[in-house]
């Protein structure tokens, strides 16, 4: 996700600040997982687990990432697929705009005035 905001660069990344975060086990599929690698910006990726302090065992870089390292792919694979934020919010880096989560869904609508 790229932040909607007015004077927001096309790119602007958003950030995590979780105040409740479950996690909810899915079934693990390397194939699934490989083909999602691909399409994820994985700096913004590895910065989410870094704030959802799930991080560990998975590589900061996608160039430093083995696909064959099953207990790597696993780690991955629970932070990008079991762990939700359940409230908290997603904060535009660029111009600090916070966009709630209520219930696993963020609210991206802005006000008219952010149009």
Not at 21 to 30: I, Q
Not at 51 to 63: M, Q
Not at 97 to 107: D, E
Request: hydrophobic share 45%; proline share 3%; with cysteine.
């Amino acid at each position: 996700l790229v932040s909607p905001m007015a004077g927001a660069s096309d790119s602007a990344a958003l950030g995590i600040e979780a105040t409740e975060v479950e996690s909810k086990e899915r079934e693990y599929d390397a194939d699934f997982l490989k083909k999602m690698i691909g399409r994820i910006d994985w700096a913004s990726f590895a910065a989410a687990a870094k704030t959802l302090e799930v991080s560990e065992g998975i590589p900061a870089t996608r160039d430093a990432l083995d696909e064959g390292d099953d207990t790597m792919m696993r780690k991955i694979h629970h932070a990008l697929l079991e762990v939700n934020v359940v409230t908290g919010n997603l904060i535009c880096t660029e111009t600090g705009r916070k966009f709630p989560i209520q219930l696993g869904i963020p609210n991206m609508l802005l006000n008219q005035d952010e149009l």
